[in-house]
């Protein structure tokens, strides 16, 4: 452990790449640390980040990966960073290889971990026709018959919104309704046709959603079907950290809490993409990385 890194990355994600090549540039010795178990290497492309609409997502990563090695101060390092505290001023971090490594600055770029109904054939579909984000894969489902699966506040938001990619949408509760007569006048309003039958399964041909079954044996065909999600941290890193966590918000049960810095509630401990926001998003991931970068530059600029 003779070495100290100026930062080390816990995740080779959107947002962890993105921030290392602004580290690199910045000609900070930076690691990045990566499990690959990028939420999104499910979807067939990416939808919506320009330059790369509709790449498959490993792509994007093993070009961000090549642009990397064009800086000697950056280093990518398979494994995952299993717990860390702060030590001499800094942090110790260790690895699931029972190694650890020095350094004055962490950014956690882990990502998250996504939650989805338990229903039979939905795993299967996930990141394709079975989606989390209208503006991640609307367009692939356009002007077909879709499905929204939620109930309440945020069943109504989904499929009002989903209106905006076809005309045929069914909000699809999961069971007896919680939704209110303002939630109802909405949804008739917008033409969403509402299903309070409980859902048994999904069925597919050739690895696209074919239709919805019900519990009663009966189905309903739907080509995409939009589906209410929970994101969580993908492990108890952030917690052993000392970070504080948001209060569960609309998409994510215990978001990192970073200031407009990017920077958590413990000095030095720096936080971007889907661990600290309400808003998955490759291109917000991006974003939110490269800021993070420059606000660790500035913090040992400061430091001086």
């Known amino acids: 452990m003779d070495k100290v890194w100026d930062c080390v990355i816990v995740g080779g994600g959107a947002a962890g790449l993105s921030a ?29 980040l320009l330059g790369f609409d509709g790449v498959p997502p490993a792509q994007l990563y093993a070009k961000a990966r090549h642009e990397l090695a064009a800086y000697p ?5 398979e494994g995952e960073v299993v717990t860390g505290a702060a030590s001499d001023g800094g942090f110790t971090v260790e690895l699931g290889d029972g190694g650890a490594v020095q350094t004055r600055r962490v950014l956690l770029a882990t990502g998250m971990r996504y939650e989805f109904p338990s229903v039979p054939g939905m795993a299967e579909l996930w990141g394709r026709s079975v989606f989390h984000c209208p503006f991640c ?24 919104l989903l209106r905006g990619w076809s005309d045929d949408v069914a909000l699809l509760t999961g069971g007896p309704a919680t939704l209110t007569d303002a939630h109802r006048s909405s949804l008739a309003e917008a033409g969403v046709a509402v299903d309070e039958r409980v859902v048994a ?3 597919s041909t050739g690895g696209e959603l074919e239709s919805v079954v019900f519990a009663d044996g ?3 065909a739907r080509e995409g079907l939009l589906v209410a999600t929970t994101l969580h941290q993908r492990g108890a ?8 966590l948001a209060a569960p ?4 049960a215990d978001a990192i809490e970073v200031d407009e810095m990017c920077q958590t509630s413990v000095p030095g401990v720096f936080a971007a993409g889907d661990a600290s926001t309400q808003r998955p998003q490759v291109a917000a991931a991006i974003a939110a990385g490269s800021a993070a970068a420059a606000s660790i530059v500035a913090s040992f600029q400061e430091e001086r």
């Not at 890193?237 to 504080?244: F, I, P, R, S």
């Not at 918000?249 to 994510?252: D, I, K, L, R």
């Open 249 to 252: 918000g609309p998409v994510s």
């Open 201 to 203: 399964s999904v069925a």
């Open 73 to 77: 101060s950056v280093a990518v390092r």
């Open 137 to 160: 894969h609307g367009w692939e489902v356009r002007d077909r018959p879709l499905a929204v699966l939620a109930d309440g506040d945020r069943g109504v938001h989904m499929a009002t």
């Open 218 to 220: 009966t189905r309903m």
């Open 20 to 48: 290392a090549l602004v580290l690199g540039r910045a000609r900070r010795h930076t690691l990045v640390v990566d499990a690959g178990e990028q939420s999104n290497l499910a979807a067939s492309g990416i939808g919506g």
């Open 237 to 244: 890193l952030a917690g052993k950290l000392g970070v504080k």
